[in-house]
């Protein structure tokens, strides 16, 4: 069955610094993984999805995820991060039926 | 339309009242879903639906829970005889195909007193 893990309920950075947040897979066959960010008091936003091809994915607001097959791994990542980009991250898959699986769910926090 | 529209936003009822959720996809988008997130936390997912029909109906919690798509468009989440464990934010979302990126609605508010 195809399934998402994201190992950390919470991560601290400082602004200005890297960010990652880590998403690990199960699939069989080739993986389509996404990742959705949920801002405090909106709304799901897709931020970025791997398909096939670059390693590196390119998303919105300066994010970036890294498709690692040997480590079966799909972090998410920012060179420099702002207080804005507080908010709740998933990684997601689809499922054998056509819905997608999300993961728990990292907490980011951001602090100035 | 130019979203995922959703109604009523907010709904606050007794326990033990029926009550029912509507989605409004975006149109042209055959696929739909519905999630379930409590307090912020994860999302869980409900049902799926590809056009009419629900492929994954495997999330319901139990037969209190029903929901049905018509016209490839509108879908309403039924919820009968509501318990307080029925109080979350309940997500609908949209998406041109399964596999395709998901468009989400700002979710309905149930609190079941």
């Known amino acids: 069955a195809q399934s998402v893990a994201q190992p950390e309920d919470q991560v601290n950075v400082a602004e200005g610094n890297p960010l990652t947040v880590k998403c690990t897979y199960s699939v069989s066959g080739n993986p389509y993984l996404f990742w959705y960010v949920q801002y405090p008091n909106r709304g799901l936003q897709f931020l970025l999805k791997?398909?096939?091809?670059?390693?590196l994915v390119k998303g919105s607001y300066g994010f970036e995820a890294e498709f690692n097959k040997s480590q079966t791994s799909f972090h998410l990542k920012k060179p420099s991060a702002l207080v804005s980009d507080s908010a709740l991250y998933f990684c997601?898959?689809?499922?054998?039926?056509?819905?997608?699986?999300f993961g728990q769910g990292t907490t980011l926090q951001v602090k100035p | 339309g130019a979203g995922v529209s959703q109604s009523p936003s907010n709904k606050v009822t007794e326990k033990g009242k029926d009550v029912e959720l509507r989605c409004d996809p975006i149109?042209?988008?055959?696929?739909l879903y519905w999630y379930r997130q409590s307090l912020g936390q994860g999302l869980e997912f409900l049902i799926y639906f590809q056009g009419n029909s629900a492929p994954d109906k495997s999330g319901l919690p139990s037969d209190r829970f029903s929901a049905e798509r018509t016209g490839g468009s509108v879908s309403t989440l039924t919820i009968q005889r509501t318990q307080q464990e029925d109080s979350a934010v309940y997500l609908c979302?949209?998406?041109?195909?399964?596999?395709?990126?998901?468009?989400f609605g700002a979710g309905s508010r149930l609190t079941v007193l």
């Open positions: 979302a949209s998406s041109a195909d399964r596999g395709s990126v998901l468009t």
């Open positions: 997601a898959v689809p499922g054998n039926t056509g819905k997608l699986i």
């Open positions: 791997y398909i096939t091809g670059d390693n």
């Open positions: 149109s042209g988008h055959t696929a």
